[in-house]
Each structure stands twice: as structure tokens, then as C-alpha cells.
């Protein structure tokens, strides 16, 4: 079964701190997409990044950057010098490559509140 | 195009009544989702559209929802006969399976269901 955990439900750090959002998933096929989401206060759910099984790069965007690692099955987001503007609930998900609906499968969120 | 749209963002009803939601996607977008997400959880997968067709079902989808996607543009979900569960943020997403690769999904700002 699949299956994503992220066990932060909320972090509240001080504006300019670094934070890392902790996501651990399960599956049992080798071809796989994962996902982070932000949802902002207003609701709709905004595409942050999307990373398939078979590419294991880190990847940075701006502040953001994210770590996959297959072999703990982790798919790590961390913000660096955290703005106001970044609180939000962050979800990770997951979609699996053969299932040709490609639906997600969420994690419970983690609640980031970034304090000025 | 300026994304998903949903309507109505807002719904109040009385237990036992009908209620219709509607979704319009990204135009170019064949695929269509919907997604409900209750407090504090992530979204969890309803049902899903390529054009027109409904493939997908999830078992959450009791008998009393029925949704529907003519001419494969816009969904409608309709929930018969209201219960309290009921109550949830009702999400719909569109993404495109003609780039391959390109699988990433959409999000409108949903519709938010009370029942009283």
C-alpha cells in the first residue's frame, strides 16, 4: 500500500530561520512520482515541485531546495531564511507510476508558522 | 486561462438537501480530479476524469455523490441527501497526460461544504 508520513504536524520558527519539512513515503513500486504542495490561508493547494523515483538529484529553487533519498525513502523540503510570507500547511504526496490516473496520495501536512 | 476555478467557494446547507458543485480546468487539461479534504488532514482522492470519462472511483464515494463531466470541460459533484460527515473542503485538480512526463496537478480553491 502507499502511504506518506509526515510526522511535523506544526513548526513555528522566527523570520530568517533555516526549516526542513520532513516527509517519509511508502510504496512498493519502483516507478513513482513524489510532490510537495503549499496551501496558503486562502485554500487552493500550489504546486512547489515534482521529482520521479529515478532521479535522486537535489534539487534548489530560490530558498527552497528539497533532498531525495531513496534509500530512507524520504523526500525532505527545506526552507532557507524563512520569510513570513512562507507560513502555510505544506503537504507531500505521492503518485504511482503505474497507475495511469497518476492521483495523489497526501500526507496529514505540516503547519508552518514563520513569526516575524 | 488563470487556472482552476470552483464554484461556489462557499456552501451552506441543511442536512438532508442537495448540493451541486462545479469545476472548471485548465482548458487544455483532458484530466480531472476530485479531491475532499477534511480539517487538518490532507486531501483525500474521490474520483477522476480523462475527457469525459469517469475511470476512477474511490470507495469513499458513497452512492449518494455522482459526478459528471460532459463534453469533457467542466465537472460537476453532487452530493445527495446531506449527512454532517459531509462537511469538507471539496478540491478539483486538471492536469495534462498529452506531455509526457508533464504529470504534475492543478488545484482550484475549492468549495467548502457545511452542513447543518
Known amino acids: 500500500a502507499q502511504k506518506v508520513t509526515q510526522a511535523q504536524t506544526e513548526i513555528s520558527v522566527v523570520e530568517k530561520e533555516d526549516v526542513t519539512l520532513d516527509c517519509v513515503y511508502e510504496?512498493?513500486?519502483?516507478?513513482?512520482?513524489l510532490f510537495w504542495y503549499k496551501q496558503p490561508p486562502s485554500g487552493e493547494l500550489v504546486f512547489l515541485i515534482r521529482?520521479?523515483?529515478?532521479?535522486?538529484q537535489n534539487e534548489i529553487s530560490g530558498r527552497y531546495s528539497w533532498n531525495f533519498q531513496k534509500s530512507t525513502s524520504s523526500f525532505n523540503f527545506t526552507i532557507t531564511a524563512s520569510q513570513v510570507v512562507d507560513s502555510a500547511v505544506y503537504f507531500c504526496?505521492?503518485?504511482?507510476?503505474?497507475?495511469?490516473?497518476?492521483?495523489?496520495?497526501f500526507g496529514s501536512g505540516t503547519r508552518l508558522l514563520v513569526r516575524p | 486561462d488563470t487556472g482552476v476555478s470552483q464554484d461556489p467557494r462557499h456552501k451552506i446547507t441543511k442536512r438532508g438537501q442537495n448540493v451541486t458543485f462545479r469545476c472548471d480546468p485548465i482548458?487544455?487539461?483532458?484530466?480531472l480530479y476530485w479531491y475532499r479534504q477534511t480539517l487538518g488532514q490532507g486531501p483525500e482522492f474521490l474520483t477522476y476524469?480523462?475527457?469525459?470519462?469517469?475511470?476512477?472511483k474511490s470507495r469513499l464515494l458513497s452512492d449518494r455523490f455522482s459526478a459528471e463531466r460532459p463534453k469533457g470541460s467542466f465537472s460537476t459533484l453532487e452530493i445527495q441527501r446531506t449527512e454532517q460527515g459531509d462537511s469538507a473542503m471539496y478540491l478539483c485538480?486538471?492536469?495534462?497526460?498529452?506531455?509526457?512526463?508533464?504529470?504534475?496537478?492543478?488545484f482550484g480553491q475549492g468549495t467548502r461544504l457545511t452542513v447543518v
Open positions: 485538480a486538471s492536469s495534462s497526460s498529452r506531455d509526457r512526463g508533464d504529470t504534475e496537478a492543478f
Open positions: 510504496t512498493r513500486d519502483t516507478t513513482y512520482y
Open positions: 504526496a505521492l503518485s504511482d507510476g503505474r497507475d495511469s490516473s497518476y492521483k495523489l496520495i
Open positions: 482548458s487544455e487539461h483532458n484530466r
Open positions: 476524469f480523462q475527457n469525459e470519462a469517469q475511470l476512477e
Open positions: 521529482r520521479n523515483s529515478f532521479d535522486e
